[in-house]
């Protein structure tokens, strides 16, 4: 009987054909394989090392350029100080900020009186009046030529105390002319009337007629806190000239006066600003611009109007109280 193939059960042995060697690469590609493993493996190390030599780099050049620390001596410094001082502009002293704090409030009061019969028959009138006849609509030059009230008997001084354009000033200012006229700030002129009277304090409140756009009305300040030795600024028009400004201190208070109509004014505030004729009814301001009084006198032993170093001003309150108000 003819018997099948017998196999093995551990596995055939094959032989495999060896493989052939793997081609050299030249030396060149092979430098350049190595180098482009290497900046996969270490690209991080590799830029650290860069930024840290950068920084280095950027301090040295820094060191080297920058100049050295100046040591500065006290007459460096001094010197240094007085040059800025020298070419800082000066500021204004408290004397010329008060002043031109008030200066808009402040108003020229003249005074006119009607003209006597010999007054009428002065050369020239008849001209004016044919000229005032003659003048055409709008000729204000004419017109002008024309007033025979250009010229006040009496000029003093005033103050705006309020936006309604009151205004306060002396009592004995008012009384001494038939006929008003106040100059504001701006030029604006306007008839005005008394519309009040206080005569213990040789007060008088006036009401002008015509208002400028920008009437800018004065701050009041109480008196408690006033001491001798206390700048004031006294501003107002002397001698029809101004307005004008003069400064000095508050030299007493509480003090007398006999005015000009013979009334004894008491509760006063003495100063050395220079008040002259024209000042009275004007504004004395302390160094904020604030009104705390109106200048009411002056006192010369020589009886003459003219300064001698003596003024004398109503305090506030009592001016206040004259024109209805009662701020404090």
Same mark, same amino acid.
């Given at each position: 009987?003819?018997?099948?193939? !017998? ?10 054909? *060896? ?23 270490? /690209?991080? #190390? =590799?830029? #650290? ?9 950027? =301090?040295?050049?820094?060191?080297? !350029?920058?100049? *050295? ?11 240094? =100080? ?23 409030? =402040?108003?020229?009061? &003249? ?56 205004? !306060?000033? &002396? ?13 504001? *700030?701006?030029?604006? @002129?306007?008839?005005?009337? @008394?519309?009040?009277? /206080? ?7 006036? /009401? ?23 700048? @004031?600024?006294?501003?107002? #028009?002397? %001698? ?26 008491? &509760?006063?505030?003495? #100063? ?12 004395? @301001? ?13 006192? &010369?032993?020589?009886? /003459?109007?003219? %300064?001698?170093?003596?003024? %004398? ?16």
């Amino acid at each position: 009987m003819k018997k099948g193939s !017998l196999y093995s059960s551990s596995l055939r042995s094959r032989s495999t054909p *060896s493989a052939s060697p793997a081609p050299r690469l030249p030396l060149r590609k092979r430098w350049l394989a190595a180098l482009h493993s290497y900046d996969a493996k270490h /690209q991080r #190390f =590799v830029h #650290f090392g860069a930024s840290v030599l950068f920084a280095a780099v950027a =301090v040295m050049a820094y060191a080297l !350029l920058s100049p *050295s620390a100046q040591h500065l001596s006290q007459t460096d410094i001094n010197d240094s =100080v007085l040059y800025t001082l020298k070419h800082q502009p000066r500021a204004p002293d408290a004397t010329a900020i008060a002043a031109a704090i008030i200066r808009p409030s =402040v108003v020229r009061v &003249n005074g006119y009186n009607s003209k006597k019969g010999d007054d009428k028959d002065k050369p020239g009138d008849k001209a004016k009046a044919d000229v005032a006849h003659n003048a055409k609509p709008g000729d204000k030059d004419a017109q002008k030529d024309a007033k025979d009230d250009d010229e006040p008997d009496s000029v003093g001084s005033g103050v705006i105390i309020d936006d309604k354009g009151t205004i !306060l000033t &002396n009592l004995h200012v008012a009384a001494s002319a038939e006929h008003l006229k106040v100059i504001f *700030s701006d030029g604006t @002129v306007s008839d005005a009337e @008394v519309v009040g009277a /206080q005569p213990e304090d040789d007060l008088a409140v006036l /009401q002008p007629k015509t208002l400028p756009d920008d009437m800018k009305p004065a701050t009041l300040a109480s008196t408690k806190g006033l001491m001798p030795g206390d700048m @004031v600024v006294a501003t107002g #028009f002397p %001698f029809g000239i101004g307005p004008s400004v003069s400064a000095g201190v508050v030299s007493g208070l509480k003090r007398e006066y006999m005015s000009e109509g013979k009334t004894k004014l008491k &509760n006063l505030i003495q #100063f050395d600003a220079a008040a002259n004729p024209g000042n009275s009814g004007g504004p004395l @301001v302390n160094k904020e611009g604030e009104v705390v009084g109106i200048v009411t006198g002056i006192l &010369n032993p020589t009886g /003459q109007r003219v %300064f001698a170093g003596i003024g %004398f001003a109503v305090p506030i309150e009592n001016a206040a109280a004259a024109a209805g108000m009662s701020p404090f």
